[in-house]
T-cell receptor, first 118, second 113 residues
Framework: GAVVSQHPSRVICKSGTSVKIECRSL??????MFWYRQFPKQSLMLMAT?????????EQGVEKDKFLINHASLTLSTLTVTSAHPEDSSFYIC??????????????FGPGTRLTVL | AQKVTQAQTEISVVEKEDVTLDCVYE???????LFWYKQPPSGELVFLIR??????QNEISGRYSWNFQKSTSSFNFTITASQVVDSAVYFC??????????FGTGTSLTVIP
């Protein structure tokens, strides 16, 4: 089945620094990727939709200057948390849609990245 | 507007008991898809099932079964003869025509040995 990877799986950083999280589709080309965040014991919340070659579409309430998304290729999308603060600590999950399959409605989720900002 | 409600926040069952996780959804779309995901303590989302809005046939996969009823906008998930490894948070989700996912708040299932 399709595989989506994320790197790093865990990251701890100091307040004020920027952190980049990578999301890769390993065996398919993903024209669309999605970024979610999950607070402890809460549901996943869609942050933005990342489209290859164009600007990401952010959900209401998500600061686009804070969470920079770059979908530079068909297999890679990056989320950069700029000037991270402790309240940005969360579990970030990406997903990718595989347009090459019949089940085009199925998204494949990455394993997630746990960000802790000290 | 789309919305997914999982009213059960936490459930505890004793091993080998059957357990049903409820999911109720709201959408005005005529075409939509429903999903169940399992999230073990490691955090990774594990895909369990996908169902489109035109297919109300119930499905069974091993100890798992799903009951989709459009009349009540419900897509319930039953685990038969639960096992400790089933302990996880389970999310119900709806994907609309715009390809956006809407997740429920999750049900934390604990299976006690």
């Amino acid at each position: 089945g399709a595989v989506v990877s994320q790197h790093p799986s865990r990251v701890i950083c100091k307040s004020g620094t920027s952190v980049k999280i990578e999301c890769r589709s390993l065996d398919f080309q993903a024209t669309t990727m999605f970024w979610y965040r999950q607070f402890p014991k809460q549901s996943l919340m869609l942050m933005a939709t990342s489209n290859e070659g164009s600007k990401a579409t952010y959900e209401q309430g998500v600061e686009k200057d804070k969470f920079l998304i770059n979908h530079a290729s068909l297999t890679l999308s990056t989320l950069t948390v700029t000037s991270a603060h402790p309240e940005d600590s969360s579990f970030y999950i990406c997903s990718a849609k595989n347009p090459g399959t019949r089940k085009t409605d199925t998204q494949y989720f990455g394993p997630g990245t746990r960000l802790t900002v000290l | 507007a789309q919305k997914v409600t999982q009213a059960q926040t936490e459930i505890s069952v004793v091993e080998k008991e059957d357990v049903t996780l409820d999911c109720v959804y709201e959408t005005r779309d005529t075409t939509y898809y429903l999903f169940w995901y399992k999230q073990p303590p490691s955090g990774e989302l594990v895909f369990l099932i996908r169902r489109n809005s035109f297919d109300e046939q119930n499905e069974i996969s091993g100890r798992y079964s799903w009951n989709f009823q459009k009349s009540t906008s419900s897509f319930n998930f039953t685990i038969t003869a639960s096992q400790v490894v089933d302990s996880a948070v389970y999310f119900c989700a709806l994907k609309n025509a715009g390809n956006q996912f809407y997740f429920g708040t999750g049900t934390s299932l604990t299976v006690i040995p």
